[in-house]
């Protein structure tokens, strides 16, 4: 992070992925906190809080699978995820919902004037008014109980402000090779074009 940025002019945005009615949201934004249920109200709030300012915003989904792998591995847990693998269970639902979640807000953000641009490289971040894109694995104890979505939500953006500025040594899961969710989302909306390699790059794992 470099010398002179101060935290407190990053926003911090996360959503807890899930059906419409079990959506959760939170804003950090220095001490100010904002959060509820409504997926389109996050995409206005959002929009305007990270306006010409380094912004992240995480999704509590898979946002890229491994790719490479021989067959008897395909469906097997991302390094890092310690029993609890992307491709079965809960873990498969919340990959199938977040694509079409993820490009929602992405969408929705485009509609709303943003036009700073989006990354994946975390360690190259915050740059200028950046929106870095990254995955929240809330699990465990630390999920909130029935009905809170939007306190795990903001539980990943606690954990995102927490892990600055050394994001590298907070990654929660590392692969070599992968097929990237969000780049496809990032792509097709918008945010980034086909030859931007996208499709290849990982993105930070926050797990609070």
Known sequence: MPADQNLQDIVVGAIDVGAPKNIGWAIVSGDDVEHGGDLDEFIVRFAKASDRKPSALGFEAPLFIPHGRPIQKLTSQRNGENGRPWSAGAGATVT???????????AGLREHGC????VLDWKAWPNKDDLLLFEAFVSGDNHAGPGEHWKDALNAAHGFVAALPNLDAANAVLEPEVFSLIGACLIRTGWAKAGDELLSQPCLVIRP
Request: glycine share 6%; proline share 0%.
């Open 96 to 106: 199938t919902i977040g694509l079409a979640i993820v490009t929602h807000v992405l």
């Open 115 to 118: 036009k700073q641009r989006a």
